[in-house]
């Protein structure tokens, strides 16, 4: 439903790589870089023009509408990350000091710092190979023991990692039947689809009781900085809204019953969103079509695998990902990485498993398993996935990896 803005209101050249990180070459080849449409500028130029510029604006309300109906959601929040879309997504949930939540661990940290933000305390859970996302048995169990304690945790966060989406029927039915909310975050899967066999395609994001999503500059599609918090459920957005304009009343004054944030999306980003949006399915497709590209020349090498797919969901594909055996390929994805570096190609290591992280080991965080995703760590690497890379280049990202994976094997 539209709302009306506020009272308070008042083609593009695609860029260059982003900047390297301290002490490394400028990669030619990043890893993952904005593809702007052509709109966007023009976008930009109505919103200067109407004067809307601050965190609220028509741009605002056209990209929360926009999202929501293009998910198949009920309701959208335009933030200003997808960190400050989950850190939301759990204060309307109802966590607070003292609280445990459920977390994967094969992850980035933004999707379990907001539960420290909190207080709360999280519980990392592992990840199974089949998807690399959370274990749903390691879950199940713990949920089940919990239950029968009387130690329900406060909520689960499950992450659809690179593009992948997690199982989330034994998730959710478990989450259900122990009174457990459930916050997927989406941040890598915009796009992807849980399609179990004889059931409508769901979008990632949508399944659990909040979805949270990001829009930086190497996801699907950016608006620069921006996140998004989607629901079903009217009031916990209606919530998550007024928190994000520092929740105040009301009234004519300035009005504060609780602590709120500064957390809206500005108009100007909205407005590139908007432009953006309607690119997401070709985008998708992009980035498979990358995943795909590469296959051909890497799947035949011993000791190669590539993030598994499934056939109850639709990979998204943020970022192709593969495992090196060590033993069969007689090389390191560290040494791969830098073997591409010096050939002018971006690669990253995985994500390292969060329970692994200085940042929490004084919290002595209890841990679900943890081998799989250790594993993941040490075998896995990140290759180039924009979707603007041309089919020339993926050809030449993976000669140059087999060349590498040849020289280290001898």
Known sequence: MRREPDSSRSEATPPSPRPPSAGLPRARVPLSVPHLGGGELQALEAALASNWIASVGPDVDRFEEAFAERLGASEALATT??????????????????????????????????????????VFVDSEAATWNMDPELL???????????????????????????????????????????????????????????????????????????????????????????????????????????????????????????????????AVGCAQLPLLETRVG????????????????????????????????????????????????????????AHGIESRAVWKPLHLQPAYRELNPPVLGGLVSETLFREGLCLPSSSSLTPAEVAEVAAILQMGIKRGST
């Open 286 to 341: 992009e980035r498979r079509a990358v995943a795909e590209g590469y296959r051909p020349a890497l799947s035949g090498i011993p000791g190669i695998s590539f993030q598994p797919d499934v056939p109850w969901a639709t990979h998204a594909r943020w970022l192709t990902c593969i495992r090196l055996d060590p033993h069969l390929t007689g090389t390191t994805p560290e040494r791969l990485r830098q073997h591409l570096l």
């Open 81 to 122: 990350s997808g960190t400050a879309a989950l850190h939301l997504a759990l204060r309307v949930l109802g966590v607070g000091p003292g609280d445990e939540v459920l977390v994967s661990t094969f992850t980035f940290c933004a999707s379990v710092n907001p539960v420290l933000y909190l207080g709360a305390r999280p």
């Open 140 to 270: 199940v169990g713990e949920l089940d023991r919990r239950g029968k304690s009387g130690r329900l945790p406060a909520a689960v966060v499950v992450v659809h990692v690179y593009g992948q989406l997690a199982q989330m029927e034994p998730i959710l039915a478990a989450c259900r039947r122990w009174g457990v909310p459930v916050v997927e975050d989406a941040a890598e899967a915009l796009g992807g689809r849980y399609a179990p066999e004889g059931y409508a395609p769901r979008h990632a994001g949508t399944l659990g009781d909040v979805g949270v999503f990001s829009f930086d500059g190497s996801k699907m599609i950016t608006t620069s900085m921006g996140g998004m918090l989607v629901s079903d459920r009217r009031e916990l957005v209606q919530h998550a809204r007024k928190l994000a304009r520092q929740a105040r009343e009301p009234v004519p004054h300035y009005e504060h019953v609780e602590v709120g944030y500064n957390y809206r999306m500005s108009n100007l980003l909205a």
